[in-house]
C-alpha cells in the first residue's frame, strides 16, 4: 500500500477513515444517531478536502445491530450528501445470521425509498467491493488488491479500550 489511511474518528465500536479517494466507515457496534451524525459532518470535511469522484465503503461488522430511526435517517443523508462526487457506495455486511440480513434489508430499503441514483451494491466482503469499485470506475478505483489492506489496516484500530479523536 502506497499510503496510510487517513483515521477520523475510531473508538471500540467504529472507525471513520479516508485513504486515497475512499472514505471508509467500519460498524462494529452501536450505530447511534450521534455517531451517525458525526459521520455526516466528517463526510464533509473528507470532500472539502479530495478533488474529483470518490467511492464510499460502508462496512458493518456481524455482530452490529441496526440503527434506530434517528441513526437510519442520517444513514440516508449521509448518501445524499456523498452523491455529487461519489461514483459509487459499497455496503459491505458482513456475515451470514439474523443481524447482517436484517442489517441488509434495511439499508436496501433505504436506498430504495430515497431513489439514489448511485451506482451502489450490497456486497458480503471487502474483496467483493473493490472488484466492484473496479468494474464501476476503473480510472479511479484503487489498484487490485490494496483496498482490502487498508480496510483491514482501519479494522485493527478500532478497540475496546482507547477513544481516538483525529484532527
Same mark, same amino acid.
Given at each position: 500500500m502506497t499510503s496510510d489511511p487517513r483515521i477520523y474518528v475510531v473508538d471500540q465500536d467504529h472507525a471513520i477513515a479516508s485513504w486515497r479517494n475512499v472514505y471508509i466507515s467500519i460498524w462494529?457496534?452501536?450505530p447511534s444517531a450521534e455517531r451517525l451524525r458525526n459521520l455526516r459532518s466528517l463526510t464533509s470535511r473528507f470532500?472539502? &478536502? !479530495? !478533488?474529483?469522484?470518490?467511492? +464510499?465503503?460502508?462496512l458493518v461488522e456481524e455482530k452490529c445491530p441496526v440503527p434506530d430511526d434517528a441513526g437510519r435517517q442520517h444513514s440516508v443523508a449521509f448518501i445524499r450528501d456523498l452523491s455529487p462526487r461519489? *461514483?459509487?457506495?459499497? @455496503? $459491505?455486511?458482513? %456475515?451470514t445470521g439474523f443481524m447482517a440480513a #436484517?442489517?441488509? +434489508? $434495511?439499508? $436496501? %430499503? @433505504?436506498? *430504495? #425509498? +430515497?431513489?439514489f441514483v448511485i451506482p451502489y451494491k450490497v456486497m458480503q466482503n471487502? +474483496? &467483493? #467491493?473493490?472488484?466492484? @469499485? &473496479? *468494474? !464501476? *470506475?476503473p480510472q479511479q478505483a484503487p489498484a487490485r488488491g490494496t483496498l482490502p489492506a487498508a480496510v483491514e489496516s482501519i479494522r485493527s484500530r478500532i478497540s475496546d479500550f482507547t477513544i481516538e479523536q483525529h484532527p
Open positions: 462494529r457496534r452501536n470532500l472539502r &478536502e !479530495t !478533488t474529483g469522484p470518490v467511492f +464510499a465503503i460502508v461519489a *461514483s459509487c457506495i459499497v @455496503l $459491505v455486511f458482513e %456475515g #436484517a442489517s441488509r +434489508a $434495511v439499508m $436496501v %430499503g @433505504l436506498m *430504495s #425509498a +430515497a431513489q471487502v +474483496a &467483493e #467491493a473493490e472488484r466492484f @469499485l &473496479e *468494474s !464501476t *470506475s
